[in-house]
């Protein structure tokens, strides 16, 4: 009473600000009064935000090019394995190690080396060498020293830099030569040739109609049959037993032998016989074993037949037999609804296939025809190769404008921002969004390219067990979900990185991926990992007054380190915001007094230090009206 005839001021009863679960962003920020608006770096459990959890790097090694798809899996003896394939490479990891497993497509000679004085380029002669530009070679037995250049200068591994031509190609010495000549000969190992880390224009011949434009240029666009888009390199990976089956996008299909170790041996991983040369993606198909490759070959071995629509699959326990016959189960089928197929995955009891616009499923039958298949879903199609997951035999999927899941039926999720990431992704890379479940947190997640960027760097996630939604800026081009190692791993792309540290490789180009431990401490690999979560604007009595906020008392769970609350008030509700704060929230704060005047409020929680910690619970206010003044 004292402190009332004092200051004047009367304490009211503390009003609990109930905020609901789940971030809104299909409402305007006064439309999704009592909700949160945005969020970065923040996950919901148990219907409150909490800070998610750190991630640190695996080793300090790093992979060559744009991570697109990663397997964990354990050998029959329980070694731990994660194989990597990036739109330059492949490799395998095991006991914290890496080695570069990529498979090499031929071994040519080179007939001279030609060198210019002051300069580190090399300019290399093999007839029908068949390299593509980014592609890599590995030159041994030189012959000697060309252009003051010398035998170690000319061997190892290099980065192909430019093809003047079908007999030569250009590397980067790591040294300048010291004179002009044309001499030398060695051997080369030519790695399979590498795809784009990004989407892509296409040039030159066959992108557009005669004449649409000048020599080696972009077409415009892609409306009207003037362009051709063409995809990110990325890999289908899956096991066959304790094996590997790696299918390079649009390429062919290839085998890695576990036994082989991490030799670093580029021979460890060879190229199936008798399968399909051409395919857009690949899986094993569970209990029954077969190999199924989708988008391929009609007649297998000749490319020019791909069917993007067409599946066939390898007689049951073989990898190399696909000819069908009276004695085996190998066949093939096609798909009718769509123009492409997209992806697959295992579920309960049968195979998820997608095409741009449908689903089906693939069950196993047996004799005569293997596999049943039924479509089960309609203008629902997968955006990408990798734009669906399926848990515990529920499948989630992203499609060009919507998100869906399959539990029996088809099912379009209600997402409340929707909008927000649709409206923002890029349209010319969506084919590189990845799909991944954190299934310790009951989270798919859906990692996508956003307006302004080529490569991925914004996430949507959707909580299934609490329905709810929310969104964030952390950037990972591929993911596999703990169960193999305890926590998950995933993979982020630098494309200005061009160190490369598990090999020396001459004259590297490529951007490269590190490989994080997910869920592991609470920081952004040992540095403080930002994270905010904001809510909408909040009145009382419908708006008709101002309201006056003398303090508030803070309510956190599992706090460590220093928590920012920052009020925000308007006015009107397309006024802007004026921001009171940040308070300092410790472990030992009880209350914050305050001097806030508004007829809308929101808070921003945030924190940005290492080691930060928080769960949210429920804010009080200690407010009252304070009349209709400046209304």
């Known amino acids: 009473m004292l402190m009332e005839q004092i200051t004047g001021y009367h304490s009211m009863p503390l009003t609990k600000l109930q905020i609901a679960p789940g971030i809104d962003k299909q409402n305007t920020e006064y439309g999704a009064e009592g909700k949160w608006v945005d969020c970065d770096n923040v996950r919901f459990r148990y219907g409150l935000p909490e800070k998610i959890g750190g991630w640190e790097k695996v080793t300090s090694d790093a992979l060559v090019g744009a991570t697109r798809a990663i397997l964990t899996y354990s050998d029959l003896s329980g070694v731990k394995y994660a194989i990597y394939g990036t739109n330059k490479k492949l ?21 001279q080396f030609a060198t210019t004085s002051g300069s580190s380029t090399v300019t290399v002669t093999d007839a029908d060498h068949g390299a593509l530009i980014g592609d890599f070679v590995t030159i041994s037995s030189v012959s000697g020293a060309v252009g003051g250049l010398t035998q170690a200068n000319l061997q190892g591994e290099f980065e192909i830099l430019t093809v003047p031509s079908s007999s030569t190609y250009t590397i980067e010495a790591p040294a300048n030569a010291s004179s002009s000549a044309t001499t030398g000969t060695a051997t080369a190992t030519y790695q399979i040739n590498t795809g784009a880390a990004v989407a892509l224009f296409g040039y030159g011949w066959g992108a557009g109609t005669w004449s649409s434009s000048t020599w080696n240029t972009t077409r415009e666009g892609l409306t009207g049959g003037e362009g051709v888009l063409l995809q990110s390199a990325k890999w289908a990976l899956d096991n066959w037993g304790e094996d590997v089956l790696a299918l390079q996008f649009d390429g062919g299909l290839f085998y890695w032998d576990t036994s082989a170790g991490l030799s670093s041996n580029l021979a460890s991983t060879t190229e199936v016989s008798g399968a399909p040369t051409k395919s857009r993606f690949m899986l094993v198909s569970g209990d029954d074993r077969h190999v199924i490759c989708l988008g391929t070959e009609t007649t297998i071995g000749t490319t020019s037949t791909q069917d993007n629509m067409f599946i066939r699959w390898s007689d049951q326990e073989s990898t190399t037999t696909w000819t069908p016959t009276a004695t085996n189960t190998a066949g093939s089928h096609r798909l009718t609804d769509g123009n492409q197929i997209q992806t697959a995955v295992r579920s309960r009891g049968a195979v998820m296939v997608w095409t741009d616009s449908a689903l089906y499923s693939m069950q196993f039958i047996g004799a005569p025809f293997t596999f049943g298949f039924k479509q089960i879903g309609s203008n629902c199609g997968a955006v990408g190769i990798h734009a669906a997951v399926d848990v515990s035999g529920t499948s989630f999927w992203m499609s060009d404008e919507s998100f869906f899941m399959f539990d029996g039926s088809v099912k379009k999720i209600p997402c409340s921002v929707q909008d927000h990431v649709f ?42 067990a609490e329905n709810l939604w929310y969104v964030g800026t952390l950037a990972r081009s591929s993911w596999a979900d703990s169960g193999v190692y305890p926590v998950p791993y995933a993979a982020e792309f630098d494309s200005t990185d061009t160190t490369a540290s598990i090999s020396t490789i001459n004259g590297l180009k490529a951007g490269r991926t590190f490989v994080y431990l997910h869920e592991t401490g609470v920081n952004d690999d040992g540095s403080a990992m930002a994270n905010h979560i904001e809510s909408g604007d909040i009145d009382i009595a419908d708006g008709d007054q101002f309201m006056s906020i003398a303090r508030f008392v803070p309510d956190f769970k599992n706090q460590t380190g220093t928590v920012d609350m920052t009020m925000k008030t308007r006015p009107y509700p397309t006024a802007s915001q004026t921001s009171h704060g940040p308070f300092d929230i410790t472990t030992s704060t009880n209350k914050k007094d305050t001097r806030i005047r508004g007829r809308q409020i929101a808070v921003r929680i945030s924190s940005d230090a290492v080691d930060d910690k928080w769960r949210y619970g429920t804010l009080r206010l200690d407010m009252k009206p304070d009349g209709m003044r400046g209304g």
Do not use: H, L
Request: hydrophobic share 30%; with cysteine.
């Open 423 to 464: 409206d923002d992704i890029n349209q010319n890379a969506k084919q590189d969004v990845f799909c991944a479940a954190n299934s310790d947190f009951n989270e798919v997640m859906w990692f996508y390219p956003s307006s302004g960027s080529d490569q991925i760097d914004k996430v949507v996630i959707y909580n299934y």
């Open 91 to 111: 490799y395998a990891y095991s006991e914290n190690s890496y080695a570069d497993i990529t498979p090499t497509r031929a071994t040519g000679s080179i007939t």
